[in-house]
């Protein structure tokens, strides 16, 4: 089974059973009024879809088709939009089935690199006690900072609700600056913390820095985490050129809570943006989860971290 998240009431499950994919655990959200589940094969060709108005559960029948390599892709539909898109982020998820009719998922390419960075982080009491101190990036010691943290935190009962109100909190209110991306001028912005506060638009530095401020004001361990990811710079897909860049085009975040390090990438779960001088939101429905304390198997389909 692969699920996309620890958080239990965003986690959607994908298993394959009795010759069935099935995805179940479906949110309940305007963000799923519509699914589609889409199935082709190693030429593209197209092996049938199954669309469906919101419900919790999908099965899609794989007892028909030969052995070979297959791949199957989530779609959603709100009543926002006019059309679907991808909830995998463009990656279609691989599946073999073999002759004697054994179907297994194929890891992705980049699950085992993202394994080992992942069991490596340190948890220490010394590298936890840096991971709560200021820095210039992160300016946790800053009141602005220190007075927003408690106010976005103030009816939390637990350190883990804690880091989901923070996640929440700068995914709805930063915007990702895509005149500066455009340009390249991010690399003069001031992409620290409070300089992310204060203008309220950035790019993925900015959404990392002011997480790990925020998280670190609150008493909880936090650190930025480098990785080449497949976003709007890149063609979407793992192949030779992209699994062979060494260099890191983006910036997630990484939370120490209930004896474990979480992983979010705030910037992709953000509705936000900043384009020809004007805040706007994308779709309209907010914040995501889709990356909030995100799997390993889950974030290796668009994530290669480097550190």
Sequence with gaps: MIETSHYDKTCIHISLKNESIIISNLPVSRSFDEIMLWVKDDANNEYGKIAIKRQSKIEFDLSTLNP???????????KLENQYSSYLYDQN???????NRI????ISPVYQNNIEVFNKFRTDKSFLADCLNPSNQNQSDHQQIISLTKKVI???NSEYTKIRNIHNWVAD????????FNSQNYQSMDTSALGTLLSRRSVCQGYSDLSIAMLRA???PAMGLSCYALGISTDKKWNTQTLEKTESNHRITAAFVNKR????????DSDNEYQNGVYRKKTGLGHSYKYFDVTIPFLSFSHRLTN
Excluded: S
Aim: hydrophobic share 45%; glycine share 4%; with cysteine.
């Design 154 to 156: 103030h009816n939390c």
């Design 218 to 220: 609150a008493g909880i």
């Design 261 to 268: 390090w979480t992983i979010t990438d705030v910037t992709w």
């Design 103 to 106: 179907i297994k998922f194929k």
């Design 93 to 99: 998820i691989p599946l073999i089935i073999h002759k």
């Design 173 to 180: 209110n930063i915007y990702y600056d895509m005149d500066a």
């Design 68 to 78: 070979g390599m297959f791949y199957f892709q989530l779609y959603r539909k709100t």
